[in-house]
């Protein structure tokens, strides 16, 4: 018998009364311009930054010449998923390789997308600057990263690097290296055991550097 298959929704909700934006970002606006009662249809328009709520950067966000959302290959944000679990990391700790990735190395292999859990989620939309205050990415993981075939990494924070600190040295390395970053997950600490696959595409935005995802992991039983 065959069980249900299970999906887990990884991106947060769009809603301009419930979100987390940087300073430096636009507001987010979800306004109707016709309405059922008014037109017999009922329509809205929106307004947000491309890096807005859970989303993809593409290459071309920090490297002159990169890629674009439009030309990152379907298949790249879509497969395996490896997850590691960092919840006992603290607000601005680093991330290293040494101590925090290397024993999962075997498990890098290429097309595989890798999941990095904080539980800073948990901050996403409430009050003060808690969630902006997340653990970072030491730089010199970007590269060990792409050495092992990783082209995409998700995080449940904002920023692989220190938000708000002017330099973006994990960005630059990995999207200079052809990789691509997802910020904003969400609902990672339910994925616990699974057999992880994931679809992390974005709408299709041409000439973007970065563009919303509607993120989804799922378990994929092993064939018999």
């Known amino acids: 018998m065959n069980r249900k298959r299970e999906f ?47 989303h993809v950067d593409a290459p071309c966000h920090f490297i002159q010449g990169g890629k674009s959302i439009d030309e990152i290959p379907i298949d790249v944000l879509h497969g395996p998923a490896l997850l590691i679990d960092l919840t006992h990391k603290r607000a601005h700790e680093s991330i290293s390789w040494a101590e925090d990735l290397s024993p999962y190395a075997e498990q890098m292999q290429p097309g595989v997308i890798l999941l990095l859990l904080t539980g800073w989620s948990r901050y996403w939309a409430k009050e003060g600057q808690e969630y902006f205050k997340h653990p970072y ?10 050495e092992h075939g990783i082209m995409v990494i998700g995080l449940d924070t904002p920023n692989p690097d220190v938000t708000g600190s002017g330099g973006h040295p994990f960005h630059e390395i990995f999207l200079g290296g052809g990789g691509y970053i997802v910020e904003n997950l969400t609902n990672l600490e339910k994925l616990g055991s699974m057999k992880l696959m994931v679809n992390l595409l974005p709408i299709n935005i041409v000439g973007s550097d970065g563009a919303p995802v509607r993120g989804v992991a799922w378990d994929e039983p092993e064939q018999k």
């Not at 037109?39 to 929106?46: E, G, L, M, P, Q």
């Not at 990415?137 to 792409?146: I, T, W």
């Open 8 to 54: 887990i929704d990884l991106s947060h909700p769009l809603d301009p009364n419930n979100i987390s934006l940087w300073r430096t970002m636009p507001p987010f606006t979800c306004c109707p311009i016709a309405t059922i009662e008014k037109d017999t249809f009922s329509i809205h328009t929106i307004s947000m930054g491309t890096h807005t709520g859970t």
């Open 137 to 146: 990415v030491e730089p010199s993981v970007a590269g060990k990263l792409l």
